[in-house]
């Protein structure tokens, strides 16, 4: 009977050793991220759930500060091809501005949602003046959660790309892989050649 009452309290621990996390760290509240050393100890993030988009399904609507200035709405480019480059730091953007001008001719709009501040942003718009992405921050990275493009382990965004129909519909998804810009350019002719 004793080791009835033993086994019974073994699988009850962790029961309430989570109840217990889930009340300490609530939903937006910062949460310590464990890190090394070299990424400079523990970072605390939001605690929250990952989303994710499907191909076939509407891409949830959002809005974001543009580094051109003013907010954008997602649903803005309704009636028009998306692409929707998740990334961060100039590198990134520089690959999604060059995607930008690739399908241009296609009709197709590029949108950078970028894990930096608008400061940043319209820095580099200020370098580059005949960049072709639109340029929006995502510094918080709540967009790149909804659409699971964020790493809750390291606390950062992942690269993503996500390609949307005139009516906003998901034709192509690839998270978590950094495409380059002639990649992700022939997705978006074999989507639109295709669908």
């Known amino acids: 009977m004793r080791s009835v009452w033993i086994v019974l309290a073994l699988l009850l621990v962790p029961a309430v050793v989570g109840a217990q ?17 070299s990424e400079g100890g523990t970072l605390p993030v939001p605690h929250r759930s990952i989303g ?28 028009s091809w998306v692409a929707v480059w998740f990334g961060s730091r100039a590198a990134s953007i520089e690959v999604a501005d ?5 399908v241009a001719p296609d009709g197709v709009a590029v949108l950078m949602v ?16 005949g960049a072709m992405a639109t340029l929006l921050s995502d510094s918080m990275h709540d967009i790149a959660c909804e659409y699971g493009a964020f ?13 949307l129909d005139a009516d906003g519909v998901v034709r192509v998804a690839v998270m978590g892989v950094a495409l380059g810009s002639d ?3 022939r997705m978006v002719q074999i989507a639109k050649t295709t669908l």
């Open 21 to 37: 996390s889930v009340e300490r760290y609530p939903a937006g509240m910062p949460v310590p991220v464990p890190r090394s050393p």
């Open 52 to 79: 994710s988009v499907s191909v076939g399904e509407r891409a949830p609507d959002f809005e974001l500060e543009s580094a051109a200035g003013g907010r954008r709405h997602l649903s803005d480019w309704r009636g």
């Open 98 to 102: 060059s995607l930008a001008h690739a």
């Open 114 to 129: 970028a894990a930096e501040r608008t400061g940043m942003l319209r820095g580099w718009l200020d370098k580059h003046p």
């Open 151 to 163: 790493d809750s382990v390291r606390g950062q965004s992942t690269p993503g790309f996500v390609l």
């Open 183 to 185: 990649d992700a350019r």
